[in-house]
């Protein structure tokens, strides 16, 4: 065999032994794939939220208490708009303890702590009993146990005025009892639950730089 024929059979066997070298590496290379490429969000891509927010609905701080469209919705809502710190939510939280304290103070014949949060109609309805209690020397000593319920049964708003109304219906439970000037019991039991209705309506401007809501009216 010649020499340039030794030579090629050399180079030819040098060529295959690389190209089986090269694939023994490459084909090896796992840890170096391609990543995958998935088609990007256009909504993630342009930053919209996962949740949308949906404006314009029902407020339900209104919609909790009263019917949606109700005349009673749109005057809770005009009483926002005139005094945007307004919440109903936060206000029936309120009547409940006014609704205590008056009571109490009522039963008690001491109004004048509870001048501020009372019109003066109600006042005098309220003194005319105190009064014609104290002529019979009568006492009464009464337990607010709590109240089982309440609703906001109605609201009106005065555009002119800003006189904004809410009235709530009360059902509570306490114990009372009146003694006569010996001390006897003449009616009523401590240990006798007494269950009562009210249905009490507070009063206020909503532009006033005053926020107590006053009780202007009194029924069952």
């Given at each position: ?61 209104i919609t909790d208490h009263v ?86 049964t109605e609201a ?65």
């Amino acid at each position: 065999m010649n020499s340039p024929i030794i030579q090629l059979l050399v180079l030819a066997g040098i060529a295959v032994f690389l190209i089986l070298r090269l694939r023994s590496v490459l084909g090896t290379r796992e840890g170096y794939e391609k990543p995958a490429i998935t088609r990007p969000d256009p909504e993630r891509r342009l930053g919209k939220p996962d949740l949308d927010v949906i404006e314009g609905g029902p407020d339900l701080d209104i919609t909790d208490h009263v019917e949606e469209g109700s005349p009673s919705a749109i005057a809770l809502a005009d009483m926002k708009r005139v005094d945007p710190s307004f919440n109903v939510s936060e206000f029936l939280g309120g009547a409940r303890g006014a609704y205590e304290m008056i009571l109490m103070a009522f039963e008690n014949g001491d109004l004048e702590s509870i001048v501020p949060y009372i019109s003066e109609d109600v006042y005098e309805a309220f003194a005319t009993v105190v009064d014609d209690r104290q002529q019979k020397g009568l006492t009464i000593e009464a337990t607010f146990i709590g109240i089982s319920d309440m609703t906001l049964t109605e609201a009106s708003f005065d555009e002119t005025t800003k006189d904004g109304d809410v009235t709530v219906r009360f059902k509570s439970e306490m114990t009372s009892v009146v003694r006569d000037n010996a001390g006897d019991i003449i009616e009523g039991s401590a240990s006798e639950i007494k269950r009562q209705k009210d249905t009490w309506t507070f009063s206020r401007i909503m532009n006033s730089d005053d926020p107590n809501w006053r009780l202007v009216a009194t029924g069952e």
